[in-house]
T-cell receptor
Framework: GENVEQHPSTLSVQEGDSAVIKCTYS??????FPWYKQELGKRPQLIIDIRSNVGEKKDQRIAVTLNKTAKHFSLHITETQPEDSAVYFC???????????FGAGTILRVKS | DADVTQTPRNRITKTGKRIMLECSQTKGHDRMYWYRQDPGLGLRLIYYSFDVKDINKGEISDGYSVSRQAQAKFSLSLESAIPNQTALYFC????????????FGPGTRLLVL
């Protein structure tokens, strides 16, 4: 089955700096890669996703890149703000209703 | 997201007790999931259901059972709770569309003594 590894487990950045979180997946059939953000005491919520027919997707300060050959994808957050502090989870699936397999999560701390 | 609710929100129980966690949704989604969250282990899938007559085991189903009473309701049971089932439990829903987004409930924090 699919296995998703996520690094780093914790990341501290200064406000205004960029943050990058990386994930690798094992199943070459996976074609859907979402990222979820979980603020302290809250539920996970989707922030951005990408499908295997796209190499990069941006939404304001966040972007996701995908390298199908290497089977890894990354979340990029630019101009970090204190409200970006949260746990971020990557996930992978074969899409169209197949179950998601989540990474272990990254605790991002943005220091002001 | 108030469309997915979980009860109870917090529960303390003792080893060996049976406990049920309930999830309801008003989103009209056909797919429902139960996850467990532990520090450093992410979200692990316990069971999932793609419709009322479909129940599937996830990666960590041992010690758990589920019931899909209706499209809108999906319950998780611990038949005989043990301390290592202490965790944060999330229900989630999704629809069979190209969007694939899973919508999570607020979570149930369970402590097994």
């Amino acid at each position: 089955g699919e296995n998703v590894e996520q690094h780093p487990s914790t990341l501290s950045v200064q406000e205004g700096d960029s943050a990058v979180i990386k994930c690798t997946y094992s199943d070459s059939a996976s074609n859907y890669f979402p990222w979820y953000k979980q603020e302290l005491g809250k539920r996970p919520q989707l922030i951005i996703d990408i499908r295997s027919n796209v190499g990069e997707k941006k939404d304001q300060r966040i972007a996701v890149t995908l390298n199908k050959t290497a089977k890894h994808f990354s979340l990029h957050i630019t101009e970090t703000q204190p409200e970006d502090s949260a746990v971020y989870f990557c996930a992978a699936s074969q899409g169209y209703g197949n179950k998601l397999v989540f990474g272990a999560g990254t605790i991002l701390r943005v220091k002001s | 997201d108030a469309d997915v609710t979980q009860t109870p929100r917090n529960r303390i129980t003792k080893t060996g007790k049976r406990i049920m966690l309930e999830c309801s949704q008003t989103k009209g989604h056909d797919r429902m999931y139960w996850y467990r969250q532990d520090p450093g282990l992410g979200l692990r899938l316990i069971y999932y259901s793609f419709d009322v007559k479909d129940i599937n085991k996830g990666e960590i189903s041992d010690g758990y059972s589920v019931s899909r009473q209706a499209q809108a309701k999906f319950s998780l049971s611990l038949e005989s709770a043990i301390p290592n089932q202490t965790a944060l439990y999330f229900c989630a829903t999704s629809d069979f569309t190209a969007q694939e987004t899973q919508y999570f409930g607020p979570g149930t924090r369970l402590l097994v003594l």
